[in-house]
């Protein structure tokens, strides 16, 4: 558990409620997607069946071998069929009559369900039944990115465990350190994770993403010349993909920071894009500070547009014409006709 990255509270409590022997019934592991929940839940499940009982996970006794291949039979993994819910029979005959059960081995019978908020009202009402009186060996560990769609009377049975985001020093050493990431790039992927070190991750072995960051520079780069051609190549990229959206999104925001920030304080060391040095150089004595805030702030619309639903490709082609219309100052007060082809 030591090895886990941040959360030293949350991994002080999990360890000393194993050393006195003062592990809950029920917990409930909360924080965004990538924050680490799976791992802390895991690592716990870990440190609570070990043999040893050190409040870490030794990793070779057998019961922290047989955790590590997934193996072990009193840490139950909860799983379900539908992608977004989990139904009262999935709860009913994974838990509520399997922790009737006595553990096989061990002292505890540990159950975790991740995403636990996709538990449907039903399927939550029958686990209260077994939170409210749950045998003496059994734990169960919720996990969930959103806590409010659990009823009131889950949480009030639960310790809750929350999993903050990371400073950016600590995913930023994780990359380069552990994951032998390119210095440059890990700047890039820090300030995109924004502290959440399952996301960093994921950008990396993202292999669209950085088809994606091509793009978004490409747009900005020829926002004077924006064609209808490239916006729908655009959109046919980025169609319907919640997480290419984002993160093509989040490029877009990251880089007019950076050529605000090179204009105000004309520094290169904070740049996430520091291999685009010389375009940001040349950006930023284009673009008026009001220009970029206002390109800012169409993106951030457009992330607002994106999450209600409202048209993709509509939002997409909007968000250029909104970028180039604050960037690209024209005396006459009219934009520049946008070019076919
Ligand atoms: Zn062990």
């Known amino acids: 558990m030591n090895k886990l990255l941040g959360q030293e509270n949350v991994k002080q409590r999990l360890k000393s409620s194993v050393i006195n022997r003062n592990v809950s019934h029920a917990c409930i592991f909360e924080g965004e997607d990538g924050s ?45 069929e539908r992608p977004n ?21 061990s002292q505890y019978k540990i159950y975790i369900i991740a995403e636990a908020e996709k538990m449907t009202a039903e399927a939550q009402n029958a686990l209260l039944k077994t939170l409210e009186e749950p045998p003496s060996y059994a734990v169960i560990m919720l996990l969930t990115n959103n806590i409010l769609n659990l ?21 930023n050493r994780y990359l380069t350190e552990e994951l032998n990431v390119d210095r440059y790039q890990a700047e890039m992927y820090t300030a995109l994770a924004r502290g959440n070190l399952g996301r ?4 990396i072995g993202d292999e669209s993403f950085n088809a994606i960051k091509d793009e978004a520079s490409r747009l900005v780069k020829n926002i004077r010349e924006l064609k209808m051609s490239r916006l729908s190549a655009l959109v046919k990229l980025l169609d319907k993909n919640r997480v290419a959206a984002g993160n093509f999104l989040d490029i877009l ?12 304080t004309g520094l290169t060391d904070e740049l996430a894009f520091k291999e685009e040095v ?4 040349s950006e930023a004595s284009d673009y008026s500070c009001e220009g970029l805030n206002k390109a800012i702030e ?15 490709e509509m939002t997409i082609q909007l968000l250029a014409f909104e970028i180039r219309s604050s960037l690209i100052n024209d005396p006459q007060g009219k934009s520049p006709a946008v070019q076919e082809k």
């Open 151 to 171: 009823l009131p009377t889950i949480i009030s049975r639960c310790v809750r465990f929350r999993l903050n985001p990371l400073d950016s020093g600590t995913v």
């Open 278 to 281: 010389s375009e940001i150089k």
């Open 85 to 105: 819910s989990i139904g009262v029979s999935e709860i009913r005959d994974q838990v509520v009559s399997d922790v009737m059960i006595k553990p096989y081995s």
């Open 200 to 203: 960093a991750k994921s950008l």
């Open 253 to 264: 925001l990251l880089w007019f920071r950076d050529v605000l920030m090179f204009k105000v």
């Open 36 to 80: 680490g929940k799976k791992t802390f839940s895991e690592a716990y499940s870990m440190a609570i069946q070990c043999e040893k009982g050190t409040g870490e996970p030794c990793m070779e006794c057998p019961s922290c071998i047989k955790a590590l291949s997934r193996n072990h039979p009193d840490i139950i993994h909860v799983i379900h």
């Open 298 to 312: 169409a993106v951030e619309e457009a992330r607002k547009r994106l999450n209600a639903n409202v048209n993709f």
